[in-house]
T-cell receptor
Framework: DTAVSQTPKYLVTQMGNDKSIKCEQN?????MYWYKQDSKKFLKIMFS???????INETVPNRFSPKSPDKAHLNLHINSLELGDSAVYFC??????????????FGDGTRLSIL | RKEVEQDPGPFNVPEGATVAFNCTYS??????FFWYRQDCRKEPKLLMS???SGNEDGRFTAQLNRASQYISLLIRDSKLSDSATYLC?????????FGTGTRLAVRP
């Protein structure tokens, strides 16, 4: 019963390719997120969607395009992959609007390696 | 200045030791505070929320000082299984900002 699931777990591809990562949560949460964790282990938010609406869009190249078909899914498409995109990408979800201290639950990550 | 600052460690302690981690945050408008734990090559997992009054969960005690913008985590009677990276996390609205983490290694 995985709460937040991402696919694929590993993604190895060449520079210049386009790839997608999928995320689904079965927790009934209304908000989903994408994070990037680089080689220095720094975890940084990229995007957040609440009920399919974009809420947070940090300074991310527009080669990265999130898509949320419904509140249980948030996919990430990356165009023209570059070496610097190599990282672990985590999806997360939370329930908002019920108070401030709402933690986020993370998927187990997608390890993207660009050759 | 980073929004959330932590000592990266590593902290190398024997089993049974008490260890304390500190964290400072720069945004006084921050509203929510957490400690997460991340094992090697795994996802971050919530360890505990942090409340102004301080809170305890078994061997773990978290404290928040809003005036000093300072958060702490105390681990008593360390176990080998406590070895991980501990992430200080500060939230404003729905956005969480993560510290870079403090690495703990507990040795037999």
């Amino acid at each position: 019963d995985t709460a937040v699931s991402q696919t694929p777990k590993y993604l190895v591809t060449q520079m210049g390719n386009d790839k997608s990562i999928k995320c689904e949560q079965n927790l009934g949460h209304d908000t989903m997120y994408w994070y990037k964790q680089d080689s220095k282990k720094f975890l940084k938010i990229m995007f957040s969607y609440n009920n399919k609406e974009l809420i947070i869009n940090e300074t991310v190249p527009n080669r990265f395009s999130p898509k949320s078909p419904d509140k249980a899914h948030l996919n990430l498409h990356i165009n023209s992959l570059e070496l610097g995109d190599s990282a672990v990408y985590f999806c997360a979800s939370s329930q908002t609007g019920t108070g401030y201290n709402q933690p986020q639950h993370f998927g187990d990550g997608t390890r993207l390696s660009i050759l | 200045r980073k929004e959330v600052e932590q000592d990266p460690g590593p902290f190398n302690v024997p089993e049974g030791a008490t260890v304390a981690f500190n964290c400072t945050y720069s945004n006084s408008a921050s509203q929510s505070f957490f400690w997460y734990r991340q094992d090697c090559r795994k996802e971050p997992k919530l360890l505990m929320s942090v409340y102004s009054s301080g809170n305890e969960d078994g061997r773990f005690t978290a404290q928040l000082n809003r005036a000093s913008q300072y958060i702490s985590l105390l681990i008593r009677d360390s176990k080998l299984s406590d070895s991980a990276t501990y992430l200080c996390v500060v939230g404003r609205g729905d956005k969480l900002t993560f510290g870079t983490g403090t690495r703990l290694a507990v040795r037999p």
